[in-house]
């Protein structure tokens, strides 16, 4: 079995006497057969991961294991692994046929078991026929096959992808999702994919890694990731649109925000005090008009707010809402505690720049430490304010 | 374990055990390992021969290297006092001994100087003409272009050979037309060093003009076309555009090629020794063989000097053109 | 060409003229004809009179002149061309049966095939390591080569035809301090080969670099994931990608020795074709021994120029794509 282990692996580069770390002790385990995305935003150390397990980088310290053996030292042909690159890389001076069987033809296969493996897999990702072609009498789409089916004739232990689908346009992007998952079916070889498209990473993987700054932030199933990330990086990364990031400090019965206060009992959480900085997250989705409150469980007392910009997107409308006294903002990246992003049902007859009044599911409230970003809890428990108590729990456990 | 990594385990041996090595090697371990073959090569037929050329300079001169003596700069300074001259072929000597045209090409440093600048001067110019009209788009400009490169290939011995026998005193045509304008001595034209000085000086703007015109068309082609249009467009004139917009940016190319050819016409040798020969027109070059086999002190010292006026000549090059001469 | 009526009792010249001054591109297409006429008249030329030579019989080659006079309406004139007086290209054969001058030009063949296929080994390596990877001293080391080859080979020739004479052990320089006696290689392929290889690397290595430089990493990586070492990747991906790159280098350093008089001259002492000396040794065998069969020296140029002229035709594109694209940037 191909199980893929990274064990304190570090990459350090000396960039004009400056140290910069790319990746930072980095510690995976994968399982034969899982299909991982390594996602993050640029510079955050996925791709040289991705390399030092093809071995095209050589780890400062740590270890590579690919099955049982330490393949740390090993040049890239000897790691049994294939890989698909983001620029696709198809030998421009050779055919489909040469290109696909390059691999083999190094290892001195026997003709006919080349032709056996180039037939299946152009038979695979549907290249039937085209095999006599040259790179640039192809299509984007066409390319990138040719690059998956050499890799799947080296018939890998482990499938390396960087950000395969990276160039192609995006609709081809969405066809060739589905076809990479099919192929992972086939196939059942351990898959890592690099991406710095979290939804290509929901819809693709077993398991999403997460990686900032060189090191891992979380690796856990998508809806994990989603549901329970693990910290403020996490939270704001996964999912789009982003999450509602509010400042606020802990009371004694409540967390109180510059615009609202969410009633709260510090004793249900562990590690958290009165008197501390926590960050709320909530998902734009879990925000709902006041006048919806009775359809929700554990809801939150109604927020004054006034809606801002709307953008329809057809199954809803994100609205941006302002708190209090907050200006108008031109960011939606703003992290400001006056601005909120909501989610709404498209049939409701909003309006810009109309006072409304919102209520926030408190069993789907992320609570995280400011200082740190470390997730406290990922459910608000009710607290013995006015509230009515019911089974958030219950609903936000899956 | 899949089947291809059975396959490399199959595989072993000293062979694979250097290619596992090699391929582990840091980008910088393994940029020096490639390099080796470069500066080994550099190293036996460059760098050695040089550092071994200013040693043999140092000694007086010794053939069998038995009796060799330690002599310091002497031979250097014998060679710009003028004590070097009775072992320079013909009434060659380093130094002009005074300023008249006879003395002056006598001199194995003037002639050089006096050779690579006026043979530069020229094939800068006709090499410039000759790429503004290969810029041109006409109809045969392939054929043309390949007519106007050719001389540029031609082996140094053949030009040499092509002018020996235009200007020979048995079948040279040439040679009574141009001395009736009075450029040409009329007989025993190739040993009169002012009249071989001027033919060799007319074989290399032939030949090596076309090299010029390489350099400068390559520069040409890399000029932006819409530049012109714009230019058009303003109302310039041919001649305006080849000023205020062509010139200008293949002036870095030409001072390169500048560079590049002062540095090989101050070699000058093959040319000489086949239209007419070293005791006539007294290059370095043309000292540095004929004495080589006999004075090796002397040769020498003439052979680091050679170098030492190419480089400071390209230095100076470098500091007149600016930076981006390099 | 005439632009109004009214023009029709001037001559041709003056109506070219009026019409050039109210249309001044007409006098730049002029300008350019005749500069063109005049480049390609001098630099066909001495081509043209190695051909009158080489086919002017022997017997009347010193009896008269080239340059014949021409009665021209009662008035005696010189006409202005030369013209060979008489025709026989029995010179062409000759010129291989008095010197076995097609040995001389196999040898020059030998030697700048052997070189040309070390330089681009050589250089390719080189190449790849300055296009292609980062390193502390890649600058310093260019430059050094760089270096190189603006010294003169009269800086070079004096040691080593000591050491190609095999006759005194090779010392460290500034002791005596002796490392070996090298086998004498004066008259064999080695003591061309080597001053010519380092002679002509560098403008390889600048050009190859640049080539090289060119190719995209991942194709690169994709070679070496895919099977191959990193000098397996160089030879099987990058250096049949950059195959332009390569063939300028390989035409240039072909020409470059194919044309080299210095060390041809002086390394093969002896001008006999069975010891190696190349179309230098045989056109000059000609200067000094026929000393007065000029038919035959300018038929054994025409021979010899023939290979270099053929490839210009040939790889002109190449030559003059690949001295843009490489040699100008550094």
Known sequence: ?398 | MSAETGRESRRSGVLVDAMRWMENLSDTQYAYLLLIPVFVLLGVVALYPLLRTFELSLYATSLDLTSRGFVGIDNYVQLFTGGKNRFLPGGTTFLPQNLSLDAMLNSALVVTIIFAVVSVAFETLIGLGQALILDQDFYGRRWIRAAIIIPWAVPIVIQGMIFFLMFNSNVGFATPPLADLGLLAPTNTLNDTASATFIIIVADIWKTSAFMALLILAGLQSIDRGLYDVAKVAGASKWQQFKLITFPLILPTIGVAVLFRSVQAMRIYGIIDTVSSCTVVPSLSCMVVATFNTRVGTSAAIAFVTAAIIGAAVMGLIVWQGEDAI | MATATDNDNEGPLTRWVQSAIQNPEKVYRALFYVAMVFFLVTTLFPFYWLLVLAVTPSGRLLSGSFLPTIDLFGVSATFPLPVPKGFNPAAFVSVFEQVPFHLYMLNSFALAVTTTVIVIVVASLAGYVFGRLRFPGRAVLMLGILAVSYFPPAAFVIPLFQVFAGNAPITIPFTDFPLFTPPRLLNTPGSMVLPFSALFMPLSIFILTTFYGQIPDGLEDAARVEGTTRLGALFRVIMPLSAPGVATAAVLTFIAVYNEYFFSSIMATSTEAAKWSPIVGGILSYQTQYTTQYNLMAAASIVGVLPVVILVIVAQERIVSGLTSGALKE
């Open chain 1, 1 to 398: 079995m191909a199980k893929l282990k990274l064990e304190h692996v570090t990459k350090r580069y000396d960039d004009q006497g400056e140290t910069v770390t790319a990746v930072d002790d980095m510690n995976l385990d994968i399982d034969h057969g899982e299909f991982i995305c390594f996602v993050g935003p640029s510079g955050c150390g996925k791709s040289t991961t991705m390399e030092t397990v093809a071995g095209l980088t050589i780890p400062t310290e740590g270890k590579v294991y690919i099955g049982d053996r330490d393949v740390t030292n090993l040049p890239p042909k000897d790691r049994g692994i294939a890989m698909v690159f983001q620029n696709i890389a198809l030998f421009p001076h050779m055919d489909v046929y040469d290109n696909i069987s390059f691999g083999l033809r190094l290892r001195d296969y026997p003709t006919d078991e080349i032709d056996r493996r180039v037939e299946r897999a152009a038979d695979i990702v549907q290249l039937e026929g085209m095999l006599g072609r040259m790179p640039e009498e192809m299509s984007g789409g066409q390319r990138q096959r040719v690059a998956i089916a050499r890799a799947i004739v080296r018939e890998p232990d482990v499938f390396l992808m960087d950000e395969p689908l990276a160039n192609l346009d995006a609709k081809l992007k969405v066809h060739m999702r589905t076809e990479l998952q099919r192929l992972h079916k086939e196939l059942d070889t351990t898959i890592i994919y690099v991406t710095h498209d979290q939804e290509e990473a929901m819809t693709l993987s077993d398991r999403i890694a997460v990686l900032n700054s060189g090191s891992l932030q979380q690796i856990a199933p998508p809806l994990t990731c989603y549901n329970e990330p693990d910290n403020l990086f996490v939270a704001g990364f996964i999912g789009s649109p982003s999450m509602n990031f509010v400042e606020g400090t802990v009371e004694s019965d409540a967390i109180v925000t510059k615009n609202f206060s969410l009633a709260f009992d510090p004793a249900s959480v562990d590690g958290v005090g009165v008197g501390d900085s926590v960050t709320i997250g909530i998902r734009p989705e879990d925000i709902y008009p006041g006048g919806l409150r009775g359809e929700i469980a554990d809801h939150s007392a109604l927020i004054d707010a006034r809606t801002d910009i709307l953008e329809p997107m057809g199954d809803e409308i994100f609205a941006y809402m302002l708190l209090g006294e907050g200006e108008t903002s031109m960011s939606q990246e703003q992290a400001s505690s006056d601005q909120l992003l909501v989610s709404i049902d498209p049939d409701s007859d909003i309006t810009e720049d109309e006072d409304v009044q919102v209520v926030i599911d408190r069993g789907n409230v992320h609570l995280f430490d400011t200082a740190s970003g470390e997730a406290l809890t990922h459910t608000l428990e009710a607290a013995w304010s006015g509230d009515e108590v019911t089974e958030s729990e219950a609903e936000s456990d899956d």
